[in-house]
Every structure is written in structure tokens, then in C-alpha cells.
């Protein structure tokens, strides 16, 4: 248990439909994240927020939506993927963003299937 | 580009000694993490070095040579159970983490 809650775990949807994911961390942290992590493949950053403010956009398509209403909770809002937008979904928080050293906390991750 | 090199999979024996290792290439350097994860479950964190040199916590160790671009971590006294990938992760001037696609740890009894 690493402090970091993920749900739901599995997810199956369809190209047209709309999801959410929800991540909530209990450690105190002031950064989140998420991550896709598909087969065989580095982790790939997709945003990052410190203190609910925004600071990296890795050229996600819009069809990934993050919302981050306070420091403890994380949303990412999926609608119309592909595919390959398939992967392992992992959330992480770390204490601080833009200072080295601080290691980052994750979650289980969501399985997602597009089909 | 910025680039994070391990290999793929590596296999031991069971109480033996593995070292894993990790080339960097990144525009900056504030450090280089490795966790790890098992099939199915988080990454976890083991070590952070940001100087060079040896940081040792009980059977992990992990190393860093700056001016190379290179780490490695050792496993001592191998156990099942650390049959795992392992993952390195290098911290860029922007703070942010560059990743290796992991190494698959096979210990066999």
C-alpha cells in the first residue's frame, strides 16, 4: 500500500464512449501525475499538477482531460480514444515538483482496453 | 534527443548476485532513481543518487558515475521474490523524469 488510490483497476470501453479515472492520494503531497505505461515501453509523463496548478502537458491528445480539483484528488477524463491509447494508467505523487531528490508514490494503475 | 538505456531481461540463480545497468543521455542532471515493479502492481521506489559513488540499503545497491552516464544497481543474496522489472529514471534540468523501459529480473531457484 502506497498511499496512492487508483479506480477502477479495469477498464473496458468502446471508441465513442466517455470514462473517468480517478486517483486520490493520502501522503500530504503537493505534486501528481500521470503516466501511460504500455508493453515494453519507458513510462511516458502525460501531466503533471503542483499545488492543483498545471505545470506539464506532454502533448497529450485533447481526448485526455486531467482535472485536479484539490492537491489529494486526480482525474483524467477520457472520450473518443483509439486503440492504441490501450495501456496501463499509473497516478504518482511526489511532496514537491521542481526540486530534485523528492521520489514519487504510485498507484496501481488502471488497465484500459479500447475497443 | 534524451535516451535511458537498460537491457531488456536478465536471469539469476537464487542467492546469487545481479547487477543491472543504466546509460543516461539527458539535457541536465538532478539525479537518477530506480524502483521497482512486479508484474501487475506499482512501481516502487528503492534509491536515489544524485552524487557519484556507492549508496548501499541492506542487499540493493546502487551506484553512479556522472561524468559516464552510467548507474547500476546490485542485488546481493537474491531471493525469489525480487523477481521484479526494475526501472531507472533520470531526473532532467526541467525536474522532470526521464524513463528506461525497465529490466526484467528472472531469478531461478
Known amino acids: 500500500e502506497t498511499g496512492v488510490t487508483q479506480t477502477p483497476r479495469h477498464l473496458v470501453m468502446g471508441m465513442t464512449n466517455k470514462k473517468s479515472l480517478k486517483c486520490e492520494q493520502h501522503?500530504?503531497?503537493?505534486?501528481m501525475y500521470w503516466y501511460k505505461q504500455s508493453a515494453k515501453k519507458p513510462l511516458e509523463l502525460m501531466f503533471v499538477?503542483?499545488?492543483?496548478?498545471?505545470?506539464e502537458n506532454n502533448s497529450v491528445p485533447s481526448r485526455f482531460s486531467p482535472e485536479c480539483p484539490n492537491s489529494s484528488h486526480l482525474f483524467l477524463h477520457l472520450h473518443t480514444l483509439q486503440p492504441e491509447d490501450s495501456a496501463l494508467y499509473l497516478c504518482?505523487?511526489?511532496?514537491?515538483?521542481?526540486?530534485?531528490?523528492?521520489?514519487?508514490?504510485f498507484g496501481p494503475g488502471t488497465r484500459l482496453t479500447v475497443t | 534527443g534524451q535516451n535511458i538505456d537498460q537491457p531488456t531481461e536478465m536471469t539469476a540463480t537464487e542467492g546469487a548476485i545481479v547487477q543491472i545497468n543504466c546509460t543516461y543521455q539527458?539535457?541536465?542532471?538532478?539525479?537518477l532513481f530506480w524502483y521497482q515493479q512486479h508484474a501487475g502492481e506499482a512501481p516502487t521506489f528503492l534509491s536515489y543518487?544524485?552524487l557519484d559513488g556507492l549508496e548501499e540499503k541492506g542487499r540493493f545497491s546502487s551506484f553512479l558515475s556522472r561524468s559516464k552516464g552510467y548507474s547500476y544497481l546490485l542485488l546481493k543474496e537474491l531471493q525469489m521474490k525480487d523477481s521484479a522489472s526494475y526501472l531507472c529514471?533520470?531526473?532532467?534540468?526541467?525536474?522532470?523524469?526521464?524513463w528506461g523501459a525497465g529490466t526484467k529480473l528472472i531469478i531461478k531457484p
Open positions: 504518482a505523487s511526489s511532496q514537491d515538483w521542481g526540486t530534485s531528490g523528492y521520489e514519487q508514490y
Open positions: 501522503l500530504g503531497h503537493n505534486a
Open positions: 499538477y503542483n499545488f492543483k496548478e498545471q505545470t
Open positions: 539527458t539535457s541536465g542532471f538532478n539525479g
Open positions: 543518487n544524485v
Open positions: 529514471a533520470v531526473s532532467d534540468s526541467n525536474y522532470q523524469l526521464i
